[in-house]
Structures are given as C-alpha cells and as structure tokens.
C-alpha cells in the first residue's frame, strides 16, 4: 500500500465510527485499506490504502464524512516526512492582511480589504492592486508600521508548526507578497529561517505610497522555493508549501504537497491538498507526525 489518507477532525472527536466508515466506503470501491493508524487519537489517523488512486480516494472520502467538519488529504507515502517547509505569511501564518490593518489608519479599510479580497481570490491583477492599495497610505507616518506589529495575530498551531519541523532538520522559509517590516518580525518570532517580502518606500520618516520594485508577487514565490531547494540540494519531492491566495497558486503546484489554508475558492479548487476546519498542527499530522513529536 503506497498511499496515505489522512483524516484530521476540526472540531470535536474524530469516532471510530466515522473511520471505519471510509475504510469501508474505499473497499466498496475496489481499494485495500490498512487498520487505522492513530497520530492523535481522537483527532488525526492516517489509512493507508492501495488499488486507488489518491484523487479517487479523496473524493470518496468526502462522499463518505458529507458535512462533517474533518479535513482529508490523500498523497503517496514516499518522501511523507518534508524536509522544507515554504510558507505565505498573512491569512496563513497570521490571521492578518496587514495593509488591511494600516487601512484603519486612513478610514479606508472597508476599500482596500475589498481589493485585497479580490486580488487575492485571482479576479483582479496581483501587482496592480498592490499599487493601488500601498498608493492611498501615501503619508502614513513610519512610526505607524511599528505600532501595527501589535495588532498581528498568529495562527493556531503556526509556532509548533516551525519549532516541529527545524527541529526535525528542516528549513524553514516565509515568502510574502506583503512587506519585510513584517515579515522580519514574524521570521524572528516564530523562527523561520529566512524571509522575502516588498519593501515600502519610505521619505522624511512617512510612507511615499510606493513599492521598491521590484514587486515581488506570485513567480517570486515559486523562484525561491526552486532557488532554495538548489541551495540546499533539496528535492522539490520534499518540500510542503501552505498558502491561502491565487498568489501562492505557483508555489503550491511546484512544492511536493501543496496546501491551500482556509484559502479562497480558486486556491481551494486548484491546490494538491486543503485544510478547511484544522490549524497549522494539520500540516504536521499530513507529514507523519505524532502528538509525542510536536514540539509546543
């Protein structure tokens, strides 16, 4: 059995019942499934199958738990355990888009959390609706982008996620369409390894209303997963990217196992793998490991 079917519960107990119902659901379908193999009982199991393919296995999976609020991703078993992880930063890692924060600043929050939305969901031009947001902040006091850092929130599971992972060997990068001031707070923080972001342009100690170019948006994103698995003579094989924008979409089809985060409909659509219910201790269960294996 070379395939995984990962079962991860959002919210409450993920029953035996529930389990054995997919297992059963899988060998009505002509598969073969495993006893189930319990990463956090109650919450997180993993069935192995074979005799199906894993986007058959899925999909029946799905038919078979209907509303219920548990996440299913199915994926080989080789190269399971990754040994990069690239990561978007805001509505993944955290909670925030933090132009929408600074929009408070000007009243215009309600207007740029529309085109962010947008740009976001794929409907409008990634780099234009960068401009014409950054453009209305034009005379924003720096002072007001190291308050802003107060409001960030970091996501559930974000902290165990990173400290899991580079204790286990592996590299951690934060790539964002958002800016450095940001990101280098949240790399320090939560101990990524590196981070890329858009630098706002800065004169007399207020913001011009321009990005440095160059802007870097969804290719930048994708490069540096290549750039740094040639660096560290990494297999794209194992490397898990998480993102929630049609910006991450590159970078998602490029890494190993791509997975959309509580993320718009066109990357939920699009993605190898979705997490919907859980937090970010999803993409630990997905990768092998245990409840005993996560580090707080």
């Not at 888009?97 to 740009?119: C, G, K, N, P, Y």
Request: proline letters at 3%; hydrophobic letters at 45%.
């Amino acid at each position: 059995m070379d395939n995984i079917l990962t079962l991860i519960a959002g919210s409450g107990r993920l029953d035996e019942s529930a389990v054995s119902h997919v297992q059963a659901t899988l060998l009505g379908a002509g598969g073969s499934v495993a006893a189930p193999d319990w990463l956090s009982y109650g919450k997180a199991v993993d069935l192995r199958f074979g005799g199906l393919d894993c986007r058959d296995a899925l999909d029946l999976a799905y038919e078979s738990i209907e509303d219920a609020p548990i996440d299913a991703v199915a994926q080989p078993d080789a190269n399971r355990r990754k040994r990069m992880l690239i990561a978007d930063m805001e509505s993944t890692i955290i909670e925030n888009e933090m132009l929408d924060e600074l929009a408070d600043e000007v009243d215009l929050r309600e207007h740029i959390s529309e085109i962010t939305a947008r740009a976001m969901n794929g409907e409008i031009d990634f780099y234009d609706a960068m401009r014409e947001r950054v453009g209305l902040l034009a005379g924003l006091s720096e002072d007001v982008l190291e308050q802003s850092k107060e409001k960030i929130r970091f996501t559930p599971g974000a902290k165990a996620l990173v400290a899991t992972m580079r204790a286990n060997g592996a590299y951690c990068a934060l790539v964002s369409g958002g800016f450095t001031c940001y990101t280098g707070f949240v790399r320090d923080t939560l101990g990524f390894d590196m981070d890329q972001a858009n630098r706002l342009e800065l004169e007399d100690g207020k913001l011009t209303g321009i990005v440095t170019d160059p802007i870097l948006g969804p290719d930048a994103k994708r490069e540096r997963l290549l750039t740094l698995c040639a660096e560290r003579t990494i297999p794209v094989e194992a490397t898990i990217a998480v993102g929630d924008g049609a910006n991450d979409l590159d970078m998602l089809a490029e890494a190993g196992l791509g997975v959309a985060y509580h993320a718009k409909p066109v990357v939920a659509r699009s993605a190898g793998a979705r997490i919907d219910h859980v937090d970010m201790t999803a993409l630990l269960y997905l990768q092998g490991y245990r409840d005993e294996d996560i580090v707080a």
